[in-house]
T-cell receptor
């Protein structure tokens, strides 16, 4: 049973560029959440997707957008990259009905470096 | 607004020592609390999930407690080993499964 997978593992971009990160949830899960973790900090919630709709959103600008596909996989897009967007981006999946009572499963993350 | 704080930010102990990591949260209306482990540059590994109606959970050498009324949780690690060296993160769940994390405690266990 495959866990949560993310691609790519590492990414280097320059300021002003756009980036797309991808996540495939654990088998049987229908809800995907994205988190940003700056160096030395705890992860910060970006947004959550269920049934291809954004259900919750954290305190992130509109430059951060996402998408969920019919197979429950998800993408995180960041436009007009800033140096401060450099971070580890984590994807987590769960089953919505159990999302408040069951563990969320995290992927290995994508390390984004903005130069 | 829910805030989660972890103390200490870093901890270094000799191998074999028992230790306690602390987590506090400002809003007691949580659904659950979860402890994670993170190795450098890696994703998160779930250690223990405590339901809001529970007081503690145990797994091997790990024991986590939850006191909602005081807004506190502790992670107790018995007989620490060098392989326990990692960052430990505490997170609380709100409705819908949004996790709010503390900043973590970086643990180093010296042989």
């Amino acid at each position: 049973d495959a866990g949560v997978t993310q691609s790519p593992t590492h990414l280097i971009k320059t300021r002003g560029q756009q980036v797309t990160l991808r996540c495939s949830p654990k088998s049987g899960h229908d809800t995907v959440s994205w988190y940003q973790q700056a160096l030395g900090q705890g992860p910060q919630f970006i947004f959550q997707y269920y049934e291809e709709e954004e259900r919750q959103r954290g305190n992130f600008p509109d430059r951060f957008s996402g998408h969920q596909f019919p197979n429950y996989s998800s993408e995180l897009n960041v436009n007009a990259l800033l140096l401060g967007d450099s971070a580890l981006y984590l994807c987590a999946s769960t089953l919505l009905l159990a999302s408040s009572t069951d563990t969320q499963y995290f992927g290995p993350g994508t390390r984004l470096t903005v130069l | 607004k829910q805030e989660v704080t972890q103390i200490p930010a870093a901890l270094s102990v000799p191998e074999g020592e028992n230790l306690v990591l602390n987590c506090s949260f400002t809003d007691s209306a949580i659904y659950n609390l979860q402890w994670f482990r993170q190795d450098p540059g890696k994703g998160l590994t779930s250690l223990l999930l405590i339901q809001s109606s529970q007081r503690e959970q145990t797994s091997g050498r790990l024991n986590a407690s939850l006191d909602k009324s005081s807004g506190r949780s502790t992670l107790y690690i018995a007989a620490s080993q060098p392989g326990d060296s990692a960052t430990y993160l505490c997170a609380v769940y709100n409705q819908g499964g949004k996790l709010i994390f503390g900043q973590g405690t970086e643990l180093s266990v010296k042989p």
